[in-house]
């Protein structure tokens, strides 16, 4: 059993910065791609930024300069830092992870964390 735990989601101002973080636990063997997913009311959900386990990243062209994805491998934990933030970027924000097992492979959510942004 494999979870994801995030943090971090939070009203904020247009302009502001906020910082999201997300935790694997369990019977982990190693970890592979992991990322941030979002989905604003009424839209998709959509590919934020995704980091692999050599911090190889890419993002969204809609947040790119401006978002910042790494992780922390010994820890199991990726971190997605947003700064000059817009009400567009108002959605439930879930972490995402390729986690490899001793029985086998697993593609795990976390229960998502919501980001606010405020005009």
């Known amino acids: 059993q494999v979870q994801l735990v995030e943090s971090g989601g939070g009203l904020v101002q247009a302009g502001g910065s906020l910082r999201l973080s997300c935790t694997a636990s369990?019977?982990?063997?190693?970890?592979?791609?992991m990322g941030w997913y979002r989905q604003a009311p009424g839209k998709q959900r959509e590919l934020v930024a995704h980091i692999s386990p050599e911090q190889d990243t890419n993002y969204v062209d809609s947040v790119k300069g401006r978002f910042t994805i790494s992780r922390d491998n010994a820890k199991n934990t990726v971190y997605l830092q947003m700064t000059s933030l817009k009400p567009e970027d108002t959605a439930v924000y879930y972490c995402?992870?390729?986690?490899?097992?001793?029985?086998?492979?697993?593609?795990?959510w976390g229960q998502g964390t919501l980001v606010t942004v405020s005009s």
């Open positions: 369990g019977s982990i063997v190693t970890i592979n791609t």
């Open positions: 995402n992870a390729e986690v490899v097992t001793k029985e086998t492979y697993l593609e795990v």
